[in-house]
């Protein structure tokens, strides 16, 4: 898709790309990993056709990354959560509007909920051994056993 249409918004000079990718492609997760392995895949390619654009002058283009918690669409069948109330899935409804209002505002990047990533980005400067200690305590991923 990107190669269909990035073209045409730089012939423009305008345009905004959208990647969606996912809370799991900023932090690893059990029982997740070809899923969250597709998800850094966006990450990168989202950063280095950023970069690329950047450098070639393309200065009217935009870049927002989203970053959703698990949405509610019954792809995830048995998640993980240890604080259901504090982190409950998220709608799809929500979930657009929130990836509406961060191209409105031209956001780099945006996690939904949206304290998630400042969240990840506090504990990134701490020990590696804290931010582990912190995730199994919030819990998380999806349950892979079948009932």
Do not use: W
């Not at 950047?54 to 698990?70: C, S």
């Not at 945006?110 to 819990?139: E, Q, W």
């Amino acid at each position: 898709m990107m190669d269909t249409f990035l073209p045409g918004m730089k012939a423009l000079k305008k345009g905004h790309l959208v990647f969606l990718s996912s809370m799991a492609g900023i932090i690893g997760l059990k029982n997740l990993v070809p899923y969250c392995a597709s998800k850094f895949a966006v990450r990168g390619l989202a950063e280095a056709i950023k970069d690329e654009c950047r450098q070639d002058g393309h200065v009217n283009l935009h870049f927002t990354t989203i970053y959703p918690y698990m949405v509610d669409t019954g792809l995830c069948k048995k998640p993980l959560i240890r604080f259901p109330n504090l982190l409950p899935l998220m709608t799809p409804e929500s979930t657009a509007k929130e990836i509406i209002t961060a191209v409105r505002r031209n956001e780099l990047e945006h996690s939904v909920p949206n304290t998630l990533l400042g969240i990840n980005n506090i504990f990134r400067c701490y020990p590696n051994k804290m931010a582990l200690a912190f995730k199994d305590f919030m819990g998380g991923g999806v349950d892979a056993h079948d009932d």
